[in-house]
């Protein structure tokens, strides 16, 4: 998205789309027994805001997105150390089904949740046999110009043992064509063993993340299609009654969909806390300041809640 707005513009958009939707009263309204706003500074040196009610809907609130995406990644990539340093491998795949540029996004969401029930099934026991850990798997729908495409990442955990990978990546690919349709081949590859945050380009397409940021956080993505950012990004822009519609079908059909799902024994095996659970416990010497509830409205009114951040965490 050229000159990507900051996220508070995006989720004044949704607040306008969606007024009667949690989503309109996140991050502005107070939480429950909260009798005011505390602006803090976070390890990393930003400032942010507590005691305002968060919604936690990932697919329709556009700062809860990046927020649970990046929380995600870090629980992610916090596993994925864990297992390289073991001296164990992880594949990244990508798995797509046909779809046309007329189909409605459950039609091309149920397509590919089916395909993926049949292949999952056995696919991975097949190939990788006993050295097949978990796998997490994430769900990402763009809009281009075939239509909606839905997709899956997933990031598979492997055991040391096998000598090479790449015909393991063949056969995983070719066992999704045998399900999907013999045009529609996953794009399987081995993540880079040189460090969890330094893969290839093709992985993390900013090169800048690790394979755990590309299966998790939106933040660091460049989809092939608009994503749901820049579908309201273009109706702010454009005020098209087209976008406006794409939104809604969007926030419609994924409402209450998992984001992000990993298997069980992936879970025994690893620890997929967030390293950044612990910051929401703040310190005395992390408050900047207390705003009352008038207050708050006063600069959410002035439209100055994002600019009042940058000056705080300017302060040192």
Not at 53 to 60: A, K, M, N, P
Not at 83 to 94: K, M, P, Q, R
Not at 184 to 198: E, H, I, L
């Amino acid at each position: 998205m050229p000159d990507a707005p900051c996220v508070s513009y995006l989720h004044r958009l949704a607040r306008t789309l969606m007024p009667r939707e949690r989503l309109a009263l996140c991050g502005v309204a107070l939480r429950y027994g909260a009798s005011g706003v505390v602006i803090r500074r976070l390890p990393d040196g930003r400032a942010c805001y507590s005691g305002l009610y968060r919604c936690g809907d990932f697919w329709r609130c556009p700062s809860c997105r990046v927020t649970l995406g990046i929380r995600r990644a870090r629980q992610i990539e916090s596993a994925l150390r864990q297992h390289v340093d073991g001296g164990s491998s992880a594949l990244l795949a990508t798995y797509t089904v046909p779809h046309a540029r007329d189909e409605a996004l459950p039609v091309v969401l149920d397509r590919l949740a089916d395909t993926w029930r049949r292949y999952a099934r056995n696919a991975w026991h097949d190939v990788l046999g006993e050295h097949y850990v978990g796998a997490v798997r994430a769900l990402e729908v763009v809009h281009g110009v075939s239509g909606w495409h839905p997709h899956y990442h997933a990031l598979l955990f492997v055991r040391p043992g096998l000598p090479y990978l790449t015909p393991v990546c063949v056969a995983l690919s070719e066992r999704w064509s045998e399900v999907a349709g013999a045009e529609w081949r996953a794009d399987v590859r081995q993540v880079a063993r040189d460090g969890v945050a330094a893969v290839a380009r093709y992985l993390t397409m900013d090169c800048l993340a690790g394979a755990s940021y590309e299966v998790a956080s939106p933040a660091a993505k460049v989809p092939a299609g608009r994503s749901y950012p820049e579908l309201l990004y273009d109706y702010g822009r454009f005020r098209s009654s087209a976008d406006a519609a794409l939104v809604y079908e969007y926030a419609a059909v994924l409402y209450g969909a998992h984001h992000l799902t990993v298997s069980p024994r992936l879970r025994r095996t690893y620890d997929f806390t967030d390293p950044a659970l612990n910051w929401s416990e703040i310190a005395d010497e992390d408050v900047l300041a207390l705003l009352n509830s008038d207050e708050w409205l006063s600069i959410l009114n002035a439209g100055e809640d994002r600019n009042l951040l940058d000056d705080f965490a300017r302060l040192r």
